[in-house]
């Protein structure tokens, strides 16, 4: 069965420094997608990235990147230059491609960045 | 991506009673899914509503509990029905992206607090 572990509780982080928030997940699929999704205070979930298990690029959206290590089985997102708005929760999930291809989500990681 | 809105945003309601979500999409979808996230928590798949038939259950999750209806193709109705406080949640309802891309989209969310 398809599991995401996500490490980090929470993260501190000072404006406009990197953060790297941990992943790892565990599949037996080879066909299979990972995504992040970011849930401010008011509760939406925003779609932020998206990495498909054949890509061999790491996915990359503005100042989100995805780094994918897929023989560790992991997919840390990277957000270059933080600000204010980054505090959120983020979720890392998973949908694997085959069977019932379920959308799957980590514990997440709630990130605050400091002025 | 489609744009999926959702009432009631928010509802307090005393244990017993039922209370019904809807989610409305701007196009036509095959599939959309239900999540629950308790307080704290990450989000939960409860069902998948394809139009036309009856929905598909997560484990943990049954249908007098959480009747589902998906009368056409861009609107579905989660019942959360005899609640207690543990039904205290944010629900959303979410859909594939569009154009064959993987990552799901989420509605605004449904703020339930049972008393």
């Known amino acids: ?115 | 991506s489609a744009v999926i809105s959702q009432k009631p945003s928010r509802d307090i309601c005393q244990r017993g009673t039922s209370l019904t979500i809807q989610c409305q999409v701007d196009s036509q979808v095959t599939m959309m899914f239900w999540y629950r996230q308790q307080p704290g928590q990450s989000l939960t798949l409860i069902a998948t509503a394809n139009q036309g038939s009856e929905a598909t259950y997560e484990s943990g999750f049954v249908i007098d509990k959480f009747p589902i209806s998906r009368p056409n193709l861009t609107f579905s109705t989660l019942t959360v029905s005899n609640m207690s406080p543990e039904d205290s949640s944010i629900y959303l309802c979410s859909v594939d992206g569009q154009g064959g891309s993987y990552e799901q989209y989420f509605g605004p969310g449904t703020r339930l607090t049972v008393t």
Request: with cysteine; charged share 20%; proline share 3%.
């Open chain 1, 1 to 115: 069965a398809q599991k995401i572990t996500q490490t980090q509780p929470g993260m501190f982080v000072q404006e406009k420094e990197a953060v790297t928030l941990d992943c790892t997940y565990d599949t037996s699929d080879q066909s299979y997608g990972l995504f992040w999704y970011k849930q401010p205070s008011s509760g939406e979930m925003i779609f932020l990235i998206y990495q498909g298990s054949y890509d061999e690029q790491n996915a990359t959206e503005g100042r989100y990147s995805l780094n994918f290590q897929k023989a560790r089985k992991s997919a840390n997102l990277v957000i270059s230059a933080s600000q204010l708005g980054d505090s959120a929760m983020y979720f890392c999930a998973m949908r694997e491609f085959q069977g019932a291809q379920k959308l799957v989500f980590g514990q997440g990681t709630r990130l605050t960045i400091n002025p």
